[in-house]
């Protein structure tokens, strides 16, 4: 079939590299100059099956209210004049009961592992590089109850299976050095040893050369307006006055949904907007080992090759671009607090970008009413970790063949 990809970050281009091993002409449309330039460009860098899990928690909207007034909050809602903005909360306050929330982290952790072993196989495959690394991820606490709340999510891990390690303030140290000489003290983590790290920019380039070697192709600053529609299907998309025809048409669009609306398409997708510093190590003993999630802060700290990349924050504000400076330096600080000296923090590369989350958290797989318009969309904050399984579940599902995702336990 001759199949149109809308949207070229990871989860179109993992889209595309499935869709054409399966011997489909697969065509990505991409409004910006190439891979990856929004939501896939700066991300923490954490390949973190175990960390899948929905914002929407028990306890989450009075927690969220009482950060409003925090300068340095990890989470923030700029509340604005915005119909989509309220629906959006108003169906994520819903989803933030115990028994929603088990339901959705189930399944966000089923997509997740699947998505890392799908990962690990190309890898393997292909030999593709993009800094990665196996070193697992380590969660650090600071407070009594920081260390309580780890004990709960050991205890949630334990019933799904997933392989971590509860550790004391002394291997804490052992694990992650680079901490020693940080002015905190810790009151303990927890280690998920097998949960990886990577840049999924230099990934996204990677893939999409090796995609184009196999008959993908590409067209950067192609800005989507519009589909033709006959008989219930969409028969070709539309570039101005261009028209592309179409088999079948997959939306890997992240946040940006508005070419749906006209065909009575609603996708409760919200962009949440994140943050993150990019800086080359300049002391390597001082620099984490692998990748630190500070649970005081909600930043995560990872190596990638001869960087560190620092990441957090989530702004509810719309495709707001704006970078505030307090939130700039209080990412800066938090990172420079807890590995002083590793980096040149005062050169570092700033970055924003908008996560496209799901008021529960599970991303949209599926088929629309439309029998050969398909959705690849809202990953949130774990489309990094998500987008090999989802493009192998989406690819599977062009073809009529049953889910590989693993029957839920």
């Not at 496209?356 to 991303?363: E, I, L, R, V």
Request: glycine share 12%; with cysteine; charged share 20%.
């Amino acid at each position: 079939m001759k199949i149109v990809i809308i949207g070229a970050g990871v989860v179109g281009v993992t889209s595309a590299w499935y869709l054409t091993r399966d011997g489909h002409e697969v065509t990505v449309l991409e409004a910006r100059d190439g891979v990856a330039l929004e939501t896939s460009f700066g991300n923490a860098g954490g390949v973190c099956p175990g960390f899948a899990g929905p914002w929407a928690a028990p306890g989450m909207p009075l927690k969220a209210a009482g950060w409003m007034l925090r300068p340095s909050a990890p989470l923030k809602i700029r509340p604005r004049v915005s119909v989509a903005q309220w629906n959006w909360l108003a169906q994520f306050v819903a989803e933030c009961t115990a028994s929603r929330f088990a339901r959705n982290k189930a399944e966000m952790q089923r997509v997740a592992h699947f998505s890392k072993a799908c990962l690990v196989a190309l890898r393997e495959e292909t030999g593709i590089e993009y800094d990665h690394g196996t070193g697992g991820v380590l969660q650090v606490f600071r407070t009594a109850g920081e260390a309580a709340g780890g004990l709960r999510s050991a205890c949630v891990l334990q019933k799904m299976g997933v392989v971590h390690r509860i550790v004391g303030p002394d291997e804490v140290l052992d694990l992650e050095p680079g901490l020693a000489r940080s002015d905190l003290s810790f009151t303990g983590g927890l280690q998920l040893s097998t949960d990886e790290t990577g840049d999924c920019h230099l990934f996204c380039q990677s893939l999409a050369a090796l995609a184009e070697r196999n008959g993908t192709r590409f067209r950067f600053g192609a800005r989507v307006t519009g589909f033709r529609m006959a008989a219930g299907r969409v028969v070709a998309v539309w570039l101005g006055e261009e028209e592309i025809a179409a088999d079948a048409v997959v939306m890997a669009t992240g946040p940006w949904t508005d070419l749906l609306k006209p065909l009575g398409i609603r996708v409760p997708i919200y962009p949440v907007k994140g943050y993150s510093l990019t800086a080359e190590i300049v002391d390597f003993d001082s620099a984490p080992r692998s990748s630190v999630m500070d649970e005081h802060s909600k930043v995560m700290v990872t190596r990638l090759g001869t960087r560190l990349r620092a990441a957090g924050v989530a702004e509810l504000a719309g495709f707001d671009r704006s970078m505030p400076a307090p939130v700039l330096n209080g990412l800066k600080a938090t990172v420079a607090r807890l590995f002083p000296g590793a980096a040149r923090y005062e050169d570092a590369t700033l970055w924003h970008g908008f996560r496209p989350m799901t008021p529960g958290g599970p991303s949209r797989v599926e088929r629309t009413r439309y029998a050969n318009l398909y959705l690849n969309l809202g990953h949130g904050s774990n489309g990094w970790t998500q987008a090999c399984g989802s493009g192998r579940i989406l690819a599977d599902l062009v073809a009529g063949r049953p889910s590989p995702l693993p029957a839920p336990s």
